[in-house]
């Protein structure tokens, strides 16, 4: 079945530093990848998508390339703000009929925390 | 983006008696909903989708008649803990979308705490 594998936290940054958050899959077909964020008490938010391979999704500084050849998804921001501080989840949409077509499929979520 | 609330937002209820937790989509109409239970440190597992007006489609493992669906309106769902016990106790997540199939966004709701005593 399908499933992603995100890199553990908790991470925590100074201000103006560079943030990198690990993310791969297993899927089958052409699966859509996304970056949800979680700020605290609100509910999951769509930061970012890509929809086919070596596309790239960026929102609000984030960017992360959908990279076929790896299975990786990985999140990135050149320069975080206190802001930023929220839990971060990588997710896929199945893509191939049957019973994963149209579900979402997460990580485990990384808590990110900003210092600053 | 559209909203989707949940209420209560953490409810305490005590061993065998049953809980409803209501999804609500504020701003458009939600054809299908999902409902996920999320575990401390763990991911969203998702137990059911539904349509509205259709039964629910549960998840491998999910025991349907413990936790009952129900959809009856374009902006309404509901998940039912019947009988709950301790082990039932866990962050619940519901989520709408707009129309079938994988073109439209998910939008989720803050999520319930539940805690069984």
């Known amino acids: 079945g399908n499933s992603v594998t995100q890199m553990e936290g908790p991470v925590t940054l100074s201000e103006e530093a560079f943030l990198t958050i690990n993310c791969t899959y297993t899927?089958?077909?052409?699966?859509?990848l996304f970056w949800y964020v979680q700020y605290p008490g609100e509910g999951l938010q769509l930061l970012l998508k890509?929809?086919?391979?070596?596309d790239k999704g960026s929102n609000k500084g984030f960017e992360a390339t959908y990279r076929k050849e790896t299975t990786s998804f990985h999140l990135e921001k050149g320069s975080v703000q206190v802001s930023d501080s929220a839990v971060y989840f990588c997710?896929?949409?199945?893509?191939?009929?049957?019973?994963?077509?149209?579900?979402?499929?997460f990580g485990q979520g990384t808590i990110l925390t900003v210092h600053p | 983006g559209a909203v989707v609330s949940q209420h209560p937002s953490w409810v305490i209820c005590k061993s065998g008696t049953s809980v409803k937790i209501e999804c609500r989509s504020l701003?458009?109409?939600?054809?299908?909903m999902f409902w996920y239970r999320q575990f401390p440190k763990q991911s969203l597992m998702l137990m059911a989708t539904?349509?509205?007006?259709?039964?629910?489609?549960?998840e491998q493992g999910v025991e349907k008649d413990k936790f009952l669906i129900n959809h009856a309106s374009l902006t309404l769902s509901t998940l039912t803990v019947t009988s709950a016990h301790p082990e039932d106790s866990s962050f619940y997540i519901c989520?709408?979308?707009?129309?079938?199939?994988?073109?439209?966004?998910?939008?989720f709701g803050p999520g319930t705490r539940l805690t069984v005593t």
């Open positions: 890509a929809t086919k391979a070596d």
């Open positions: 989520s709408a979308r707009a129309g079938g199939g994988g073109a439209y966004e998910q939008y």
């Open positions: 539904s349509n509205e007006g259709s039964k629910a489609t549960y």
């Open positions: 899927a089958t077909g052409y699966p859509s």
């Open positions: 997710a896929l949409r199945g893509s191939a009929s049957g019973t994963s077509y149209g579900k979402l499929t």
């Open positions: 701003d458009f109409q939600a054809t299908t």
